[in-house]
């Protein structure tokens, strides 16, 4: 046993010459003596540097939010907010996707989808189909929503043709003199004006409470893309633009939840 630890303690006195030389003529460039011995102390001091590095960068960094260490215990209040502002953002993007996928089939004039996968929302579709099915009593005029919502008329006129939605008639047209005012119903932000060759000239704005309001076959736009107006402000002028167009007058549409709603249910004309 003593002859073996003599051999051991031999080697780790061993000295090592760790040569570097120049590949063309072998010339001697650096020279290092080593010793096992302080190599492994050298190996350990380097280890011990490295976690004590780990350590404060975990401890004293934003990195603990994503490996939690003892001293992190405080921030769980910051880790809250932090999941509320997350939920916030999924929030904001579910809104940003069904603004889009309304712009989309409102732009398209397609037929109104229904997302049978979707129970909420095809329990909305059929509540709003529901609630904008003429009376007996009362042909003309659906029965209005609980809720109530100021919204001022786009342009004063005669109706000639309703929402149905059988027929892909996702509005009401409103016949009016040609360069008549048309005006916006509500507060919001203009999210599209443009031209589009079904609907010609269109205005279409974002509205609180999930309102979005089209117009439709217009002469002139006066607001454009991104511009906040308020309600009874000047938006469009009536027209005769657009394939679908056969007269002077405003194709209107009211919008809910990404879901096409009758505007006879909400607007007194």
Same mark, same amino acid.
């Given at each position: 046993? #003593?002859?073996?630890?003599?051999k051991i ?10 040569? $570097? ?22 190996v350990?001091?380097?280890?011990? $540097? ?20 003892k ?8 880790q ?6 997350i939920?916030?953002?999924?929030i ?19 037929? $109104? ?7 909420? $929302?095809?329990?909305? %579709? ?8 003429p ?11 609980? %809720? ?8 004063? #006129?005669?109706?000639?043709?309703s929402?149905?939605? %059988? ?32 609907g ?5 704005? %974002?509205?609180?409470?999930n ?7 217009n002469?002139v736009l006066?607001?454009?893309? #991104? ?5 009874g ?8 633009? #657009?394939?679908?167009?056969s ?23």
């Amino acid at each position: 046993m #003593g002859s073996f630890r003599r051999k051991i303690a031999n080697k780790f006195k061993n000295r090592y010459r760790l040569i $570097l030389r120049q590949d063309d003529n072998l010339e001697e460039k650096v020279s290092i003596v080593l010793e096992p011995l302080n190599l492994v102390l050298l190996v350990c001091g380097g280890f011990f $540097l490295f976690g004590s590095l780990v350590y404060v960068l975990l401890a004293y960094t934003p990195l603990n939010y994503i490996f939690p260490t003892k001293s992190a215990k405080y921030t769980s209040q910051e880790q809250y907010e932090m999941i509320q502002k997350i939920d916030s953002l999924e929030i904001y993007l579910e809104q940003i996707n069904l603004q889009s996928e309304v712009l989309e089939s409102v732009l398209s004039g397609d037929e $109104l989808s229904m997302d049978i996968s979707n129970n909420e $929302l095809a329990e909305t %579709q059929i509540s709003i189909a529901e609630e904008n099915q003429p009376s007996e009593i009362d042909l003309e005029r659906p029965p209005k929503p609980k %809720q109530y919502y100021s919204f001022f008329i786009p342009v004063k #006129g005669v109706i000639t043709d309703s929402f149905n939605i %059988q027929r892909s008639h996702l509005g009401i047209d409103i016949a009016a003199k040609t360069k008549e005012v048309i005006k916006a119903i509500q507060n919001g932000t203009v999210i599209y004006s443009g031209w589009t060759s079904k609907g010609g000239h269109t205005i279409i704005i %974002q509205h609180s409470n999930n309102f979005i309001s089209v117009y439709k076959h217009n002469a002139v736009l006066l607001k454009k893309t #991104g511009t906040f107006v308020s309600a009874g402000d000047a938006v469009a002028l009536v027209g005769n633009t #657009g394939e679908l167009s056969s007269g002077p007058h405003l194709h209107f549409e009211l919008w809910k939840n990404g879901l096409a709603v009758n505007p006879l249910s909400y607007l007194n004309f």
